[in-house]
């Protein structure tokens, strides 16, 4: 193993341009190989989806990567329809959401490799505890 490397790529937009090239072309790694099977895999996501990929570089110039689903606070952010979180958290709110938004987001993050064998429940925990650091109030359901 020669390196390790983690970038956010916009999902289906990975072009041998920065952040991409100069990252992968340091370790002599094929870009175009490396662009199209991330494309390919990220093609299931909206565009200009922020998605944290880890590039595992091998000596012999070969490389392996993960897709992670996007961040938690970018999903509360999409769901609360806010631009960033409140300045002063538990202060002043800057939005509220559900807990059914909670939920679907704990769905998509058990994809992830890291939350396979974590239950539903404690990636809702986790998630709501985020959206209270972030000034975002979760209700059981919106008036």
């Known amino acids: 193993m020669a390196a390790t490397i983690r970038l956010t790529v916009p999902a289906g937009a990975a072009r041998p341009a920065p952040p991409v090239g100069p990252a992968l072309g340091q370790y ?22 922020p998605m944290a990929v880890t590039i595992t570089a091998f000596k012999d110039n070969t490389f392996e990567f993960i897709v992670k689903s996007p961040s938690v606070t970018w999903y509360l952010k999409k769901a ?14 800057a939005s509220s959401i559900t807990l059914k938004h909670v939920y679907e987001i704990a769905k998509i993050k058990q994809s992830d490799p890291y939350c396979q064998y974590m239950s ?5 925990k986790s998630i709501i505890g985020t959206a209270n650091s972030m000034g975002i109030k979760v209700v059981k359901d919106l008036d």
């Not at 094929?30 to 909206?46: E, G, I, S, V």
């Not at 609360?80 to 709110?93: C, K, L, N, T, Y």
């Not at 539903?120 to 809702?124: N, P």
């Open 28 to 49: 002599r790694l094929n870009l175009m190989a490396f662009c199209k099977d991330f494309n390919a895999r990220t093609q299931k996501y909206k565009p200009d989806t």
């Open 80 to 93: 609360a329809g806010i631009e960033s979180g409140s300045s002063r958290p538990s202060h002043v709110v």
């Open 120 to 124: 539903l429940e404690s990636i809702s």
